[in-house]
């Protein structure tokens, strides 16, 4: 099982294959924003890798970053397009608290959607 490391929360072991924003909730206990509901249209649940960033990218992920103008941004990525393969470390900046919004969003499906069409 690979580990997640978040910065200023803990080291967490989760399932191999789980989908980032969901580890993050359910392993981490972070109140991760996922507005969307995991479909890579609005960036909020978006982390920040120092260490065991994916060198995939799902085309989703890369047109919404760029749209978002953020594409570019050193180990910026979204945690609902990444699963959790291979140990990480992240931040996790975009909570729930402090954010004004009523719920973090929807569940994400267990799978990536849009199913991935890698770049």
Do not use: Y
Not at 28 to 50: E, K, M, P, Y
Not at 112 to 118: N, S
């Amino acid at each position: 099982m690979p580990n997640i490391t978040v910065t200023g929360v803990g080291t967490f072991q989760v399932p191999a294959g789980k989908r980032l924003v969901n580890a993050l909730e359910d392993e981490c206990g972070i109140d991760q924003l996922h507005s969307c509901g995991g479909v890579a249209r609005c960036t909020t649940c978006r982390v920040v890798f120092s260490a065991g960033e994916p060198g995939r990218m799902t085309k989703a992920e890369r047109d919404v970053l760029a749209a978002k103008g953020v594409a570019g941004t050193p180990g910026l990525r979204l945690s609902c397009q990444i699963t959790c393969d291979a140990d990480m470390t992240l931040e996790a900046p975009s909570r729930l608290a402090g954010s004004g919004r009523a719920d973090a969003g929807r569940r994400a499906a267990d799978a990536v959607e849009p199913p991935p069409e890698w770049v």
